[in-house]
């Protein structure tokens, strides 16, 4: 018998693939850091990446991300073939498809938290200046930031900033948020408060959310939850 979950999968349109994803640092030694990973992500997930330390969460995120070119193996993204695609095209996919959210926010200092966001939509060349402004202005509204605009990032909490880098990387209206342990160095309050930005997120835009984190208990609260050992899929809930 089918779950909620499954048929919701069944549903909606495959948005990520992995085909046989291997990555391997060449050295004297070569080092495999995940190898024939196969997985379909498909919209409106809340994806938990989780596994101990060196089982190559991070180094998948970074594939699935289109950050690092996998040694062996394929990456779609909407049904597009990404293996043979030039830097700039690559580039251009990240930019339009993907959110990146890091454990550290990586918010720049001179800038108010208004301009931050605004710096994907600069870069992209889509919306005008005023648009902009309006579009990251209900990003950081509806993650409670409102009060927050023209401060820079030195005058905001941990959870705070990090809440910041979740509307920038939502400025472009993203497919898939990507976060590597988003909650890694916060307390539990300001954990929760990203936490539920994340899953407000995947339930009232249908963006799909990857994360990788090392806090069961945020894992257990996500939907699906893919568990990697020595760079191999151990157990995917959706399988």
Same mark, same amino acid.
């Given at each position: ?14 948005? +990520? ?6 990555? !391997? ?31 190559g969460k991070s180094s ?19 049904? !597009?073939?990404?293996? %043979?695609?030039?830097?700039? &095209? ?6 339009? =498809? ?6 550290? %926010?990586? /918010? ?15 870069? +992209?060349? =889509?919306?005008?200046? =005023? ?13 409670? +930031? &409102?009060?927050?605009? %023209? ?14 880098a979740v ?30 930005? /994340?899953? =407000? !997120? ?24 893919? %568990? ?12």
């Amino acid at each position: 018998m089918n779950t909620p979950v499954a048929e919701k999968q069944a549903a909606s349109a495959t948005l +990520l693939e992995a085909r046989d994803l291997t990555r !391997i640092l060449p050295a004297v030694v070569p080092v495999t850091l995940v190898e024939y990973i196969n997985i379909k992500v498909t919209e409106a997930e809340f994806v938990a990446i989780t596994g101990p330390s060196g089982s190559g969460k991070s180094s998948l995120l970074y594939l699935l991300g289109l950050l690092d070119r996998p040694s062996k193996g394929e990456i779609l993204i909407n049904a !597009i073939d990404t293996q %043979h695609l030039s830097s700039s &095209e690559l580039s251009r996919i990240r930019l339009e =498809k993907i959110g990146f959210v890091f454990q550290f %926010h990586f /918010l720049l200092p001179e800038f108010t938290v208004l301009d931050n966001v605004m710096i994907p939509m600069q870069k +992209l060349g =889509k919306l005008p200046q =005023k648009q902009q402004v309006e579009h990251a202005t209900g990003l950081l509204t509806d993650l409670g +930031l &409102e009060e927050f605009l %023209h401060r820079r990032p030195a005058q905001l909490s941990g959870g705070q900033r990090q809440r910041v880098a979740v509307a920038r990387a939502l400025a472009n209206s993203p497919d898939l948020i990507l976060a590597d342990e988003p909650t890694g160095s916060l307390d539990s309050a300001a954990t929760e408060q990203v936490f539920e930005s /994340l899953q =407000k !997120i995947v339930e009232t835009q249908r963006t799909t959310v990857v994360a990788v984190t090392h806090d069961m208990d945020i894992a257990s609260r996500m939907e699906r939850r893919i %568990h990697l050992v020595d760079g191999r899929v151990d157990y995917d809930n959706r399988q």
